[in-house]
């Protein structure tokens, strides 16, 4: 069978990547398919700056509000929930910030061990970060210290394969999607107008409702979601930090997560980068063409 178009929408957090694409979405008639780790978690939408109600009624948009707080949610469950779901979409326009999951499904996962509650559950009882530096340093290297799940993650790999996780994703990756040729398009706007807009967007978070959301999934405390930004630290504050503090850290947290995200992408081949904010006209005109000549190669 011919190769379908698949449009995807990368760079970081607050660069304009969901404007761009609803734009394209009802320039093509496409459909959009979440790849941030957050929005497929019901109750997370002030923090995880998602789709409005009324966006998401103009576009249609997949992959968000599909798991509760305490169910896991992988990069294999990411690829193999899109895998399953392009055919029914025309023209689907992947978009988000998790980079991990969009790798995922381009290229594959390498083979790697299950998750293993029970082992994870002893892991947690330990110095997991100290464990991890010792049985895997190079992951410990590459993971931030603060990232306790990553961290978690990498040692329970090295558990249960006996090899660092390092290794195991040198392997041949398995199962890339298949039957689609793929348009990567970065956005990438100049970085203090970013962390500018960054820092502006954390307020409105935080004075609009974050601190709300918050209360409201207390229950969810020690959920995968709650270690996001913005949740992370609305939940220190309401557990008696300092507002001031808290949000500061917020702040700081956030650029900070743009920055890695820019490697990240800037790391991944074959996209093409679009100087601008993903809302500014210009950018998204030089967008359309670019998928329009994309498009030509593929059959109506």
């Not at 340093?137 to 210290?145: D, G, N």
């Not at 800037?266 to 670019?290: M, N, S, T, V």
Request: hydrophobic letters at 40%.
């Amino acid at each position: 069978m011919a190769p379908k178009p698949l449009i995807a929408i990368a760079g970081p957090t607050g660069s304009g990547k969901s404007a761009l694409a609803l734009e394209v979405a009802r320039r093509f008639g496409g459909e959009i398919v979440n790849y941030d780790s957050v929005q497929v978690y019901r109750g997370f939408d002030i923090g995880s700056a998602r789709a409005s109600a009324v966006e998401r009624a103009d576009v249609r948009h997949h992959l968000i509000d599909i798991r509760d707080p305490l169910e896991p949610y992988t990069a294999g469950d990411f690829a193999r929930d899109v895998t399953a779901l392009l055919p029914s979409i025309q023209f689907p326009i992947l978009c988000g910030g998790t980079g991990f999951y969009l790798r995922a499904l381009l290229r594959g996962l390498s083979p790697s061990p299950q998750r293993d509650d029970a082992l994870r559950a002893d892991l947690e009882r330990r110095d997991v970060r100290r464990l991890l530096e010792r049985l895997d340093p190079e992951a410990a290297r590459r993971i931030h210290p603060n990232d306790r799940n990553k961290s978690l993650r990498a040692l329970e790999m090295r558990v249960l394969a006996r090899r660092s996780s390092t290794a195991l994703f040198a392997d041949q990756p398995v199962k890339p999607l298949e039957g689609y040729n793929c348009l990567l398009l970065g956005v990438d706007p100049p970085r203090e107008a970013l962390y500018a807009r960054l820092d502006a967007r954390c307020e409105a978070m935080w004075n609009c409702g974050l601190l709300d959301e918050v209360r409201a999934l207390m229950p969810f405390a020690e959920s995968k979601p709650f270690e996001s930004l913005g949740y992370r630290q609305a939940l220190a504050h309401l557990r008696g930090k300092p507002a001031a503090e808290c949000f500061e850290e917020m702040k700081v947290k956030t650029r900070q997560y743009a920055k890695r995200q820019w490697t990240w992408f800037r790391a991944e081949p074959g996209i093409e980068w679009l100087h601008g904010f993903g809302d500014d006209a210009e950018l998204q005109h030089e967008a359309c063409k670019k998928i329009s000549v994309f498009a030509e190669h593929f059959e109506p």
